[in-house]
C-alpha cells in the first residue's frame, strides 16, 4: 500500500526479493503472501509487476501500522502549500529555496 501511495497508481514494478528486503523478511515469506493475497483476489502479481486489485481489502489484511504511517506522511507533506501530492510539493519547496539563495553563493563549494 505504501508503494502504491508512493507512486500513485495501483499497478507498479515491484519484486519479491525487492520487498523482501525492505521488510527484513525472507523472499520465500514474500511470496508465500502475495499467494495468499492473490489467491483472494486483492493483488495481481507478474514478473515484478503488482497491481491492487481490492483496496479496501489489503488494507483491512494489512497491519496498523501502514495506517500509522500514512497519517504521519499526510501530516508532514500536507503542510507543504496543502498539497496532498508530497512529491510535487517536496520538488516545489527544493525550487523555491534554490531560486531564493544569492546567486553569490549558487555553486560554490559550502
Same mark, same amino acid.
Given at each position: 500500500?505504501?508503494?502504491?501511495?508512493?507512486?500513485?497508481?495501483?499497478?507498479?514494478?515491484?519484486?519479491?526479493?525487492?520487498?523482501?528486503?525492505?521488510?527484513?523478511?525472507?523472499?520465500?515469506?514474500?511470496?508465500?503472501?502475495?499467494?495468499?493475497?492473490?489467491?483472494?483476489?486483492?493483488? &495481481?502479481?507478474?514478473? $515484478?509487476?503488482?497491481?491492487? *486489485?481490492? =483496496? @479496501?481489502?489489503?488494507? #483491512?489484511?494489512?497491519?496498523?501500522?501502514?495506517?500509522?504511517?500514512?497519517?504521519?506522511?499526510?501530516?508532514?507533506? &500536507?503542510?507543504?502549500? $496543502?498539497?496532498?501530492?508530497? *512529491?510535487? =510539493? @517536496?520538488?516545489?519547496? #527544493?525550487?523555491?529555496?534554490?531560486?531564493?539563495?544569492?546567486?553569490?553563493?549558487?555553486?560554490?563549494?559550502?
Amino acid at each position: 500500500m505504501m508503494s502504491r501511495d508512493r507512486v500513485g497508481r495501483d499497478t507498479f514494478p515491484l519484486t519479491h526479493e525487492s520487498l523482501a528486503g525492505t521488510l527484513g523478511v525472507r523472499r520465500a515469506s514474500v511470496t508465500e503472501a502475495a499467494g495468499t493475497l492473490q489467491r483472494a483476489g486483492i493483488i &495481481d502479481y507478474h514478473r $515484478g509487476c503488482v497491481t491492487i *486489485r481490492d =483496496s @479496501a481489502g489489503l488494507e #483491512a489484511a494489512a497491519c496498523e501500522d501502514y495506517q500509522l504511517s500514512r497519517e504521519a506522511y499526510d501530516r508532514l507533506y &500536507d503542510q507543504y502549500e $496543502g498539497s496532498r501530492d508530497w *512529491r510535487l =510539493s @517536496a520538488s516545489s519547496r #527544493a525550487t523555491k529555496d534554490s531560486a531564493a539563495a544569492p546567486s553569490s553563493t549558487r555553486g560554490s563549494p559550502g
